[in-house]
């Protein structure tokens, strides 16, 4: 399976955490993140993001149908973005778009097996995916890239 | 410190594992790379690499390379960032599996683990341990 941890973009102040919404660079940068991605995704995947305007937005810009999953708003433990992809035993590709530092968590005890605070850029892209090379079970990082590589 | 872990490109069968050149594929992959890391390099940086033909020939796609016989196939993780600490700035290691992978475990995350690294890819490292992970590249993505 291929999933892909993709944090939200720059967004704007605001009180209400929920309700932020990218700045103008945030949504170029979703914009550019998104084109990288479409040109390396399958033709189908699966497109999950927090409930969050800032991660709703940043995902909007892939132009696909979106399930928003609350259980992905900021705070989602490793668990809930484990469970939300539906890895390992997904097939296909699943991009999960949102928050730090539970995206970084993740990738820690994904990567690692390790309770590390790994550290995810504004509008960066994590692509990992599972094999099985020699009967060991492998997990590739197959890209990390943010929007200042792209 | 600011270390890229550069793993050789596709290289063809051989006896003499040191002797073993890249496959016209290989020849590719490393030259993709190379324009990568060529658009975002900062202008100063050291490129080091294994004796290896595969890895020498990997890192002549990018430019001339330093050859640090301590970073050929086998090196150990104190090996590989001996040889990056000899240098300021941003050093390029041009080497093997699985030296590269432990090298990134245990500079990333402390661990004594085999990571994968793919053919020809780049892993962007920044940071003291532990280092934060900066751009992962593989041809396959770029």
Same mark, same amino acid.
């Given at each position: ?19 932020? #919404?990218?700045?103008?660079?945030? #949504? ?9 991605? /479409? ?22 810009? /892939? ?88 | ?5 550069? #793993? ?53 796609? /990018? ?80």
């Amino acid at each position: 399976m291929d999933l892909i941890l993709w944090r939200h973009a720059e967004a704007e102040e605001g009180a209400d955490d929920l309700r932020r #919404r990218l700045t103008s660079k945030g #949504r170029k940068q979703a914009s550019r993140a998104a084109e990288w991605l /479409l040109q390396r995704l399958p033709s189908r995947f699966m497109l999950i993001s927090s409930p969050a305007a800032r991660a709703h937005q940043t995902a909007q810009a /892939l132009g696909m149908p979106i399930k928003v999953d609350p259980s992905l708003a900021p705070g989602a433990s490793p668990k809930a973005i484990i469970a939300a992809a539906g890895w390992p035993d997904n097939k296909g590709a699943v991009v999960i778009v949102g928050h730090q530092p539970d995206l970084g968590h993740a990738l820690a005890q994904l990567v690692a097996g390790s309770e590390g605070r790994w550290s995810v850029k504004k509008g960066a892209i994590w692509w990992i995916s599972n094999r099985v090379r020699d009967g060991d079970a492998q997990i590739v990082v197959r890209a990390v890239v943010s929007p200042d590589l792209l | 410190m600011e270390l890229i872990l550069w #793993r050789h490109a596709d290289a063809e069968d051989g006896a003499d594992d040191l002797a073993r050149r890249l496959t016209p594929k290989g020849e590719q992959q490393a030259a993709l790379m190379a324009s990568w890391l060529r658009a975002h390099l900062p202008g100063q940086y050291t490129l080091l690499a294994s004796p290896a033909a595969r890895a020498q020939q990997t890192a002549t796609s /990018l430019g001339t390379p330093i050859t640090e016989r301590s970073l050929a196939p086998g090196a150990s993780v104190a090996a590989i960032v001996k040889a990056a600490e000899k240098y300021k700035g941003l050093v390029i290691v041009v080497g093997h599996q699985p030296d590269l992978g432990r090298a990134a475990a245990q500079l990333v995350a402390s661990a004594r683990a085999e990571w994968p690294v793919e053919k020809a890819a780049v892993w962007w490292l920044a940071g003291d341990a532990p280092a934060r992970i900066k751009a992962v590249v593989s041809p396959e993505l770029l």
